[in-house]
T-cell receptor, first 114, second 116 residues
Framework: EPEVTQTPSHQVTQMGQEVILRCVPI?????FYWYRQILGQKVEFLVS????????KSEIFDDQFSVERPDGSNFTLKIRSTKLEDSAMYFC????????????FGPGTRLTVL | AQSVTQLDSHVSVSEGTPVLLRCNYS??????LFWYVQHPNKGLQLLLK??????LVKGINGFEAEFKKSETSFHLTKPSAHMSDAAEYFC??????????????FGTGTRLTIIP
């Protein structure tokens, strides 16, 4: 059964460093998302992406964040200058098409900023 | 804007007894509602979904949920708990968009503990 994959499973970085979190959505899916979950808190929407552009973003998704689909299979989230409060689990999700309701989630990348 | 409220942050039940995880929603239109489960160190897995068809929705692993518009509720139930049900459960509502890219809004989660 196809699934969303994410790499790495755990990323440790120093404050101020850039990180790139990678996701491979299910191959025939058209809509892509990033969510995050700070430890002990609820899952929060970051950004949605369709047709090679951002469709919607939350207030969390400021200028330090960017997303890209560089090659038709990967979907990346970049944080330019990480802060301590960026430490969280980051989930990628994808959805097949407009008529489909379910978003399929990857296993997540745990980002630790020291 | 739509939102969900999970009424219990932690529920403990004995193995073999019924499970009830409560969720209330707020929405200005007929919502699409979901329950996701997260096992320790795992990703989010869809348990079941309600999208304006039958109000009683059956999901995986014996779970089901009933959409009650009059009570704005979407509680998750299971007749008999199993040890493997121990996990975090999230009630989720889907937003609306003309582009089909509706974001999901999650509740705060309910941690289910199963007592042997």
């Amino acid at each position: 059964e196809p699934e969303v994959t994410q790499t790495p499973s755990h990323q440790v970085t120093q404050m101020g460093q850039e990180v790139i979190l990678r996701c491979v959505p299910i191959s025939n899916h058209l809509y892509f998302y990033w969510y995050r979950q700070i430890l002990g808190q609820k899952v929060e929407f970051l950004v949605s992406f369709y047709n090679n552009e951002i469709s919607e973003k939350s207030e969390i998704f400021d200028d330090q964040f960017s997303v890209e689909r560089p090659d038709g299979s990967n979907f990346t989230l970049k944080i330019r200058s990480t802060k301590l409060e960026d430490s969280a689990m980051y989930f990628c999700a994808s959805k097949r098409d407009l008529s489909y309701n379910e978003q399929f989630f990857g296993p997540g990348t745990r980002l630790t900023v020291l | 804007a739509q939102s969900v409220t999970q009424l219990d942050s932690h529920v403990s039940v004995s193995e073999g007894t019924p499970v009830l995880l409560r969720c209330n929603y707020s929405s200005s239109y007929s919502p699409s509602l979901f329950w996701y489960v997260q096992h320790p160190n795992k990703g989010l897995q869809l348990l079941l979904k309600y999208t304006s068809a039958a109000t009683l929705v059956k999901g995986i692993n014996g779970f089901e949920a009933e959409f009650k518009k009059s009570e704005t509720s979407f509680h998750l139930t299971k007749p008999s708990a199993h040890m493997s049900d121990a996990a975090e459960y999230f009630c989720v509502v889907r937003g609306t968009s003309n582009f089909g890219n509706e974001k999901l809004t999650f509740g705060t989660g309910t941690r289910l503990t199963i007592i042997p």
